[in-house]
């Protein structure tokens, strides 16, 4: 019977079986999860997922948010080409129809399978002959991988498949590229170079194991770095290709030209350089403090939940002295403790193109960016474990079994216990508001939760407090990004619905004033102003308002020339022979037309307008006799 246990802790199966069986205890909850956040862009209404097998010529050919928005907007820099795993979601909807239960699976499968390739190249990294690190030491590496809570977010959310897949097919390029070296057979170099394309054409992240492959050589096949660059040529060519059609189909390399000026997608927005460098040296040391201790965890960490930071502050120098002990260490102790060193640079190269530091990413940080890069973390740990199984020490197994132990235990937990906030958006958009209390975004979020349970209410009581939530969370957006745009539309939205059940108009101008104030070209509240003006019983303080708007507010205090005229002529349309909105309205069409820039279709328009008005004032003005 021992013998037979024996053999099979041994066969290639078991691990394989170990990696599944741990992926579906500790991410089982989630199958029966539907889709939340991006989700929506990259599946649930994207037009080209819908069609299956016909749409993926369309997700290969267009940049990833065509899908869902129709044509390429270019919201974040450098735009998106990451048709892979969306591919395979039209797949599914071919196969299966629209079931997030399966793209669920799915994730999990694919997550398992990471496991058991980090597994695999634990194995061939050939770090030592004893049984502890031909066999200890790669199922260590691949548990601790697979517990970590840091990864919650790219296995429980289905758009976190690119992740998985780009670490996926980059762990394959590492394996075959090895192999190609140790046995010299051009099948293997073949291999790498399929699953290198697949892996960028999963995410451009993989990218950086331009360099982490030939540093894998140069640690453990004891290689020079030139020649190990000249060996994986290949490579280059692979990557060099995929950077040719990402530009073909995106239209340009990285920069559109198009400059990104709404902070949810370039959060550096207002920032000085200095302050910019020391907010990413900020979170890069949040980074290493996560892998560390992965606690408290959120979905969120836009503006201002990650804080702008000087170069002064004590946070930003604590970072700046933990990455600098971290990497002078691991180069001082480097040919005594090569896999120190290993890891030191493999995590800094893989987080360097989403820091920041190359180009914007469109957020401070995010939990799945350390997707990749705490691979470094699972190895370093992993390594530490065997080097103390086979210390002379007598208490070093337990003290190694023990600490491996309280690691895994907790950080399975942590991780069974985060999963459940990816249920749908509304316990997510909690969670997330939980933790990341000053961010404008997880706010606005929340706010729209609960408007839409507001909107899905009958009970009249039950949906006056849920309209009185939303409204205290878009409050607190709007008081951290005044300028919101999203969150200032909701405000509107939830000052109409107020208006609607209460009737008070006084209200809900006071209201609303203040949401012109700050983004007057907002087509709902024009739309509702327009609306509630038409009711006989509005119309008297409708103009009032209209003209201070226009006159007073927009135009004399603002000098917003295009709005100013916007309201004046709604007011000068509902009492359109009264001298005094008459002259307001000529005043602003003159210092309107003086503006350079305006079409010159729109200048004949106004000219002519302007001319029968002074013409209508002049009749109109009292003569003195």
Same mark, same amino acid.
């Given at each position: 019977?021992?013998?037979?246990?024996?053999?099979?802790?041994?066969?290639?199966?078991?691990?394989?079986?170990?990696?599944?069986?741990?992926?579906?205890?500790?991410?089982?909850?989630?199958?029966?999860?539907?889709?939340?956040?991006?989700?929506?862009?990259?599946?649930?209404?994207?037009?080209?997922?819908?069609?299956?097998?016909?749409?993926?010529?369309?997700?290969?050919?267009?940049?990833?948010?065509?899908?869902?928005?129709?044509?390429?907007?270019?919201?974040?820099?450098?735009?998106?080409?990451?048709?892979?795993?969306?591919?395979?979601?039209?797949?599914?909807?071919?196969?299966?129809?629209?079931?997030?239960?399966?793209?669920?699976?799915?994730?999990?499968?694919?997550?398992?399978?990471?496991?058991?390739?980090?597994?695999?190249?634990?194995?061939?990294? !050939?770090?030592?002959?004893?049984?502890?690190?031909?066999?200890?030491?790669?199922?260590?590496?691949?548990?601790?991988?697979?517990?970590?809570?840091?990864?919650?977010?790219?296995?429980?959310?289905?758009?976190?498949?690119?992740?998985?897949?780009?670490?996926?097919?980059?762990?394959?390029?590492?394996?075959?590229?090895?192999?190609?070296?140790?046995?010299?057979?051009?099948?293997?170099?073949?291999?790498?170079?399929?699953?290198?394309?697949?892996?960028?054409?999963?995410?451009?992240?993989?990218?950086?194991?331009?360099?982490?492959?030939?540093?894998?050589?140069?640690?453990?096949?004891?290689?020079?770095?030139?020649?190990?660059?000249?060996?994986?040529?290949?490579?280059?060519?692979?990557?060099?290709?995929?950077?040719?059609?990402?530009?073909?189909?995106?239209?340009?390399?990285?920069?559109?030209?198009? @400059?990104?000026?709404?902070?949810?997608?370039?959060?550096?927005?207002?920032?000085?350089?200095?302050?910019?460098?020391?907010?990413?040296?900020?979170?890069?040391?949040?980074?290493? @403090?996560?892998?560390?201790?992965?606690?408290?965890?959120?979905?969120?960490?836009?503006?201002?939940?990650?804080?702008?930071?000087?170069?002064?502050?004590?946070?930003?120098?604590?970072?700046?002295?933990?990455?600098?002990?971290?990497?002078?260490?691991?180069?001082?102790?480097?040919?005594?403790?090569?896999?120190?060193?290993?890891?030191?640079?493999?995590?800094?190269?893989?987080?360097?193109?989403?820091? !920041?530091?190359?180009?914007?990413?469109?957020?401070?940080?995010?939990? %799945?960016?350390?997707?990749?890069?705490?691979?470094?973390?699972?190895?370093?740990?992993?390594?530490?474990?065997?080097? +103390?199984?086979?210390?002379?020490?007598?208490?070093?197994?337990?003290?190694?079994?023990?600490?491996?132990?309280?690691?895994?235990?907790?950080?399975?937990?942590?991780?069974?216990?985060?999963?459940?906030?990816?249920?749908?958006?509304?316990?997510?958009?909690?969670?997330?508001?939980?933790?990341? @209390?000053?961010?404008?975004?997880?706010?606005?979020?929340?706010?729209?939760?609960?408007?839409?349970?507001?909107?899905?209410?009958?009970?009249?009581?039950?949906?006056?407090?849920?309209?009185?939530?939303? !409204?205290?969370?878009?409050?607190?957006?709007?008081?951290?990004?005044?300028?919101? +745009?999203?969150?200032?539309?909701?405000?509107?939205?939830?000052?109409?619905?107020?208006?609607?059940?209460? +009737?008070?108009?006084?209200?809900?101008?006071? +209201?609303?004033?203040?949401?012109?104030?700050? @983004?007057?070209?907002?087509?709902?509240?024009?739309?509702?102003?327009?609306?509630?003006?038409?009711?006989?019983?509005?119309?008297?303080?409708?103009?009032?308002?209209? %003209?201070?708007?226009?006159?007073?507010?927009?135009?004399?205090?603002?000098? %917003?020339?295009?709005?100013?005229?916007?309201?004046?002529?709604?007011?000068?349309?509902?009492?359109?022979?009264?001298?005094?909105?008459?002259?307001?309205?000529?005043?602003?069409?003159?210092?309107?037309?003086?503006?350079?820039?305006?079409?010159?279709?729109?200048?004949?328009?106004?000219?002519?307008?302007?001319?029968?008005?002074?013409?209508? !004032?002049?009749?109109?003005?009292?003569?003195?006799?």
């Amino acid at each position: 019977m021992d013998t037979q246990k024996s053999e099979f802790w041994q066969k290639p199966i078991f691990p394989g079986l170990l990696f599944v069986l741990l992926s579906l205890g500790l991410y089982w909850q989630s199958v029966g999860f539907g889709y939340v956040l991006d989700d929506t862009i990259v599946l649930d209404e994207n037009k080209f997922v819908a069609k299956g097998f016909s749409g993926i010529w369309d997700i290969l050919s267009k940049e990833s948010f065509t899908g869902y928005f129709g044509e390429q907007k270019n919201l974040v820099a450098g735009a998106r080409y990451r048709p892979l795993s969306i591919v395979s979601f039209a797949i599914e909807q071919q196969i299966l129809g629209k079931n997030p239960w399966f793209s669920h699976l799915i994730n999990i499968l694919l997550y398992a399978i990471c496991g058991w390739l980090i597994y695999r190249l634990g194995r061939l990294l !050939n770090l030592g002959k004893s049984l502890g690190w031909e066999k200890i030491f790669p199922l260590i590496f691949g548990i601790l991988f697979i517990c970590h809570p840091i990864h919650t977010e790219a296995v429980a959310n289905i758009k976190g498949r690119d992740e998985i897949m780009c670490l996926l097919f980059s762990l394959l390029t590492a394996i075959y590229t090895l192999k190609f070296i140790d046995y010299k057979s051009q099948k293997y170099s073949i291999l790498s170079s399929l699953c290198f394309f697949l892996a960028l054409m999963s995410k451009e992240n993989a990218i950086t194991f331009l360099l982490v492959i030939p540093l894998i050589l140069v640690f453990f096949r004891s290689e020079k770095f030139w020649p190990s660059i000249r060996q994986t040529w290949y490579l280059w060519i692979v990557a060099a290709v995929f950077l040719f059609i990402r530009t073909r189909v995106i239209g340009f390399f990285f920069d559109s030209g198009i @400059k990104i000026t709404d902070l949810m997608n370039d959060p550096f927005i207002g920032m000085y350089p200095l302050q910019k460098i020391s907010t990413i040296l900020f979170c890069i040391g949040w980074y290493l @403090k996560l892998l560390l201790f992965p606690h408290p965890l959120t979905h969120d960490y836009y503006p201002y939940h990650v804080p702008k930071m000087n170069p002064t502050d004590a946070m930003t120098l604590l970072s700046l002295l933990m990455i600098l002990s971290l990497v002078a260490c691991s180069y001082y102790f480097r040919k005594k403790e090569k896999v120190g060193w290993f890891s030191v640079l493999y995590f800094f190269i893989t987080i360097s193109i989403v820091s !920041n530091l190359i180009f914007p990413v469109g957020t401070f940080m995010n939990e %799945r960016f350390l997707f990749m890069p705490s691979l470094s973390f699972s190895f370093f740990c992993a390594y530490l474990a065997v080097k +103390g199984l086979e210390s002379n020490w007598k208490a070093s197994k337990i003290l190694v079994y023990s600490i491996l132990s309280l690691v895994v235990v907790s950080y399975g937990i942590k991780t069974i216990l985060r999963v459940p906030d990816w249920k749908d958006s509304l316990t997510l958009n909690l969670a997330g508001a939980a933790v990341s @209390k000053n961010s404008a975004r997880i706010n606005l979020f929340t706010g729209v939760s609960y408007f839409h349970l507001y909107e899905k209410e009958m009970d009249v009581s039950k949906k006056k407090e849920y309209l009185d939530i939303a !409204n205290r969370y878009i409050d607190r957006s709007l008081i951290i990004f005044p300028a919101y +745009g999203q969150g200032l539309n909701m405000k509107a939205g939830i000052l109409a619905e107020y208006h609607k059940m209460s +009737g008070d108009l006084d209200n809900f101008l006071d +209201g609303i004033r203040k949401v012109i104030v700050v @983004k007057p070209d907002l087509s709902f509240v024009n739309e509702y102003l327009s609306y509630i003006s038409k009711k006989d019983e509005n119309k008297h303080k409708m103009y009032l308002f209209l %003209r201070e708007m226009g006159y007073q507010v927009l135009f004399k205090k603002m000098k %917003r020339y295009d709005f100013a005229y916007q309201y004046i002529n709604q007011a000068h349309e509902m009492r359109p022979y009264n001298l005094e909105v008459s002259k307001e309205m000529v005043e602003i069409l003159d210092a309107y037309l003086s503006k350079p820039g305006i079409n010159p279709q729109q200048v004949d328009e106004m000219r002519k307008k302007a001319e029968a008005l002074r013409l209508q !004032n002049t009749l109109m003005e009292p003569k003195n006799e």
